[in-house]
């Protein structure tokens, strides 16, 4: 098992890791990217962007789907659909912890297949409202246990 390597830094320019990358990070079910680190994937790499909206308007675009968006040589966005709409409801924040579960799954077989890093921040765990404790818990086990390299940046 691979552990989770930590870095203070900025995810979308992660000079440490080497070779191929693929950045996560948790959208929406709205197909909004308007604040964090989704507004600044979609201010570097426009097309990012502009393929989740498209994405938006498809069948697949659901709880715990995954659209990989190849932005450079060697980086592809994950856009993971984790977060049920914007803001808490009734005081249950946005994130949903079983579709975040299975996006993980889902960039753990692109990773190996291309044998890719992953990096992001700490996902889920800003706006979508989530709980840090809980997200590693799902990085190690659908990550880090499957031998994938892992990179979490902290601004």
């Known amino acids: 098992m ?15 890791v080497k ?6 990070h948790v959208c929406n079910d709205l197909g909004v990217m ?5 507004l600044a994937i979609r201010k570097k790499w426009p097309s990012a962007y502009d393929d989740y909206v498209k994405w938006f308007k ?17 980086t592809v966005v994950a856009n993971m659909i984790g977060q049920k709409s914007l803001g808490y409801t009734n005081g249950v924040p ?13 960039v753990a077989v692109v990773a190996k297949k291309y044998e890719a890093s992953v990096v992001g ?11 840090w404790e809980e997200i590693e818990k799902l990085i190690i086990e659908n990550l880090c246990e499957q031998d994938v390299s892992v990179y979490i940046y902290e601004l």
Not at 2 to 16: C, H, M, Q, R, V
Not at 34 to 38: M, N, S, V
Not at 58 to 73: E, M, R, T, Y
């Open 19 to 24: 070779g191929r990358k693929i950045i996560v």
């Open 121 to 131: 921040p700490k996902i889920g765990a800003g706006l979508a409202g989530g709980k």
């Open 94 to 106: 946005p994130i949903r912890y079983d579709a975040v579960g299975s996006c993980l799954k889902k």
């Open 58 to 74: 498809k069948d697949d675009f659901k709880l715990g789907n995954v659209q990989f968006v190849k932005v450079d040589k060697e």
């Open 2 to 16: 691979k552990p989770i390597t930590y870095f203070s830094g900025d995810a979308l320019n992660p000079l440490e």
């Open 34 to 38: 308007g604040a964090g680190i989704a």
